[in-house]
């Protein structure tokens, strides 16, 4: 079935540095790409998006890139923050039965040191 | 921002017994979700609803039911649990108008013995 693949399942960086993380999915209908942070014992909130009709889209100090026709996408953290430590998740839309889902990926433990 | 809230937040339940989380969110979204997390797993999608009396199975349903009773309230049944059903349970909503974009409730841990 339609998966999204996490490459990176821990990475660690100097604070300033950049971090990046690579996601990749096999359901060629998928339009939707969006990131998720969840910091230590928290929830998951979103932190940023890209739809298919775009290759880059930026946020502060944030960047999604995407490359439809390898089917990957990326999350880069720049001057990284020691905030910025927490659990990153990328997902992509599936269509399910009546409409449309999210089906993620496993997860990225970013650990930024001083 | 959506505010979706969950209870209990903690639950520690026998194998066997059932077991009911509920979830409530207060935007008026149609869409709603349960997920569960794991290790080496992500979130995967258990059930899912578009609306008051609707629930759709996801990736992993064996072992769950779901009811939403109203716009408002969409809960995750184990009728019969069981200890790989140990997990963090989370649920989210999103509107169907901009149905891609979730917000998620603050978690159940659920440990079955």
């Known amino acids: 079935g339609e998966k999204v693949e996490q490459h990176e399942s821990t990475l660690s960086v100097r604070e300033g540095d950049s971090a990046v993380i690579n996601c990749t999915y096999t359901d060629t209908a998928s339009s939707y790409f969006p990131w998720y942070k969840q910091e230590a014992g928290k929830s998951l909130h979103f932190v940023i998006d890209?739809?298919?009709?775009?290759d880059r889209k930026q946020s502060q100090r944030l960047i999604v890139l995407l490359d439809k026709k390898a089917k990957r996408f990326s999350l880069h953290i720049t001057a990284t923050q020691p905030e910025d430590s927490a659990i990153y998740f990328c997902a992509a839309s599936r269509y399910y039965q009546g409409g449309r889902a999210l089906i993620f990926g496993t997860g990225t433990t970013v650990s930024v040191s001083p | 921002e959506a505010a979706v809230t969950q209870s209990p937040r903690n639950k520690v339940a026998v194998t066997g017994g059932k077991v009911t989380l509920s979830c409530n969110q207060t935007n008026n979204h149609n869409n709603m979700y349960w997920y569960r997390q794991d290790t080496g797993h992500g979130l995967r999608l258990i059930h899912y609803?578009?609306?008051?009396?609707?629930?759709e199975k996801g990736d992993i349903p064996d072992g769950y039911k779901a009811s939403r009773p109203s716009q408002e309230n969409f809960s995750l049944i184990l009728e019969l649990a069981t200890p790989s059903q140990t997990s963090v349970y989370f649920c989210?909503?999103?509107?169907?108008?901009?149905?891609?974009?979730?917000?998620f409730g603050p978690g159940t841990r659920l440990l079955v013995l």
């Open positions: 890209i739809r298919s009709n775009v």
């Open positions: 989210a909503s999103g509107d169907a108008v901009h149905q891609d974009t979730q917000y």
């Open positions: 609803s578009y609306g008051a009396g609707s629930t």
